[in-house]
């Protein structure tokens, strides 16, 4: 019967199927020749020790013992060309695995996208990158794929209880990721890697019957007797069903503005803002793995901070060890920060947001623009370190420790943020409550890591979109918009979700529900 097990090894041991191999013999009293296989179920370093292990759940098979590598399968999708159809806005994860999910059910999902595909949004960001040219419908976050297509690919999720997070893993290995998501204990696909899997779900629904529309905006919901009816687009065509899953992303304010207008209930919603710091990423090795040098069996280290200042969390956001800092801006005007990693994290620096929770009392200064208060807010901190920038696509920065010291860095290295770089006193960018929490708030992380608070480290802004501004509010039951029948807000940007694992078990559930109210389970 096969053996399943915990144990601590070198990370030599844990890359070196040999050396596994002799190490689990050992420790279960068996000659290596007895053992067949031993699969990783589950991969996470301990770095607490000076000496650096590696935690392994392993499952042993011996060889008297049928083993067969599994191999994972999509689901018996049918076509649906001629089913009853479902409109998805919004190509991210949560409107690609919703898609996924109406097709399963045997409805025909209507996939509408302002941006372009996967490969063509790459012209776009050359374009932001090199030219400082903004698209406002073809960017860093809007395309095939959203926001996380082309920053970063990371799956780890806290949001276990929001639904299968193994399903959604298994449906990225089946679309061709590698099977290491299903093991590492924070799983990333990589900003290199992650396209053609996007464009691979694509294609299936596209062959099961569905369709995706590119170069596709909404610009009006149809709504009759508080139901909707269905869209129009920019085109002035009309696209007509009585169920929308409403899967915008985070930075889709001309929807926010849009229900606003239409007096369709939305709300301000709290999000965190802050700055992008990029560090040497042999300095993070250092510092985490407590070496000179992590050798060629470690990883790229990445870290995870928080820290209470002034009565507010400050922490790491998606932090992107081997990374770089990617140009976020969606519309001429302003400049945002985000970071990604290729899949090898194999880049010179290492980059995180760190960013401050606000409060919806931070927004009354726009309180005249009510649901709306806490993007305006965000939109002024973006224009305004584009205006002190130099309004282009160069962003302000500024040292770490001349920042906590108030003193404008005399010079700024080049850093992975290709537009270029500023120097600037980063306390004119935000309110003077959020500079001295930042400010405050590094010198804490400085004394939790030593040698994070540093000149070579380059602090870029803003890190403004970590979540969405506005929560579009649903019933809890039926998942629909609390005020409008057929309206289901889903994902980040209707308030629901944080990533991608969690964005795409949101728009499942989003799927599962029309499904249920069509008599579809």
């Given amino acids: 019967m096969p053996k399943e097990l915990l144990t601590q090894v070198s990370p030599e041991v844990a890359v070196n199927e040999q050396l596994l191999k002799d190490h689990i013999s050992r420790l279960i009293k068996v000659s290596s020749k007895d053992i067949q296989h031993i699969s990783i179920l589950k991969r996470s370093i301990d770095a607490r020790q000076k000496a650096i292990k590696i935690n392994l759940k392993v499952m042993v098979f011996f060889q008297d013992e049928e083993f067969t590598e599994h191999k994972f399968q999509l689901p018996d999708y049918k076509n649906v060309e001629h089913a009853q159809e479902v409109i998805v806005v919004g190509a991210g994860p949560a409107g690609l695995f919703a898609a996924l999910q109406l097709i399963e059910l045997g409805l025909k999902p209507i996939v509408i996208e302002r941006g372009k595909d996967v490969r063509g ?7 932001i990158n090199v030219e400082h040219i903004v ?21 780890y999720t806290r949001s276990k209880k929001r639904g299968d997070v193994t399903r959604i893993l298994e449906l990225f290995v089946a679309f061709g990721a590698s099977e290491d998501i299903l093991i590492e204990a924070h799983p990333h696909i990589g900003t290199n890697k992650l396209p053609q899997i996007i464009q691979d779900i694509r294609e299936k629904i596209v062959e099961m019957g569905g ?18 009816q269905g869209i129009v687009t920019q085109n002035g065509d009309t696209v007509l069903a009585s169920n929308i899953i409403l899967a915008t992303g985070h930075s889709a304010r001309d929807i926010f503005e849009l229900l606003d207008r239409k007096k369709v209930f939305i709300e301000a919603k709290p999000f965190a803002l802050g700055v992008r710091a990029e560090h040497p990423q042999s300095l993070i090795d250092s510092i985490q793995y407590s070496c000179d040098y992590r050798g060629e069996f470690l990883p790229p280290a990445p870290y995870s901070i928080v820290k209470q200042v002034g009565g507010r969390g400050m922490y790491s956001f998606c932090m992107c060890p081997g990374g770089v800092i990617a140009p976020c801006a969606t519309s001429p005007g302003e400049v945002v920060t985000n970071g990604w990693s290729p899949s090898k994290r194999d880049q010179a620096t290492a980059n995180s947001g760190i960013v401050i929770e ?14 709306l208060a806490g993007m305006e807010f965000q939109k002024s901190i973006e224009q305004k370190a584009w205006h002190l920038a130099g309004e ?31 120097s600037v006193e980063m306390g004119q960018v935000f309110p003077g409550f959020l500079t001295q929490i930042l400010r405050e708030g590094f010198s804490e992380f400085g004394k939790s890591m030593k040698g994070y608070l540093t000149n070579e ?12 501004p506005v929560r579009i509010p649903r019933n809890e039951e039926t998942l ?3 005020q409008i029948k057929g309206l289901y807000p889903c994902g980040e940007g209707a308030g629901y979700a944080g990533g991608i694992i969690s ?13 249920e109210r069509l008599g579809k389970q």
């Fill in 121 to 127: 949004r790459r012209r776009d960001l050359k374009a």
């Fill in 135 to 155: 698209n406002e419908d073809s960017n860093y976050c809007f395309g095939e794929g959203g926001a996380g297509t082309y920053s970063d690919g990371k799956l």
């Fill in 211 to 228: 369709k995706v529309l590119f170069d596709t905006r909404l610009t009006d919901i149809l709504i009759k007797n508080n139901q909707v």
């Fill in 358 to 371: 606000l409060k919806l009392e931070d927004f009354k200064p726009y309180a005249k623009f009510g649901a």
């Fill in 392 to 422: 282009t696509q160069k962003v302000p920065a500024q040292r770490m420790i001349d920042f906590t010291q108030n003193k404008v860095s005399s010079e700024i290295p080049k850093t992975s943020y290709v537009p270029g770089t500023t």
């Fill in 457 to 468: 480290a380059i602090l870029h802004a803003p890190e403004s979109r970590t979540s969405s």
């Fill in 480 to 482: 629909e918009h609390v």
């Fill in 503 to 515: 964005a795409a078990i949101d728009g499942e559930k989003c799927a599962l529900k029309i499904g």
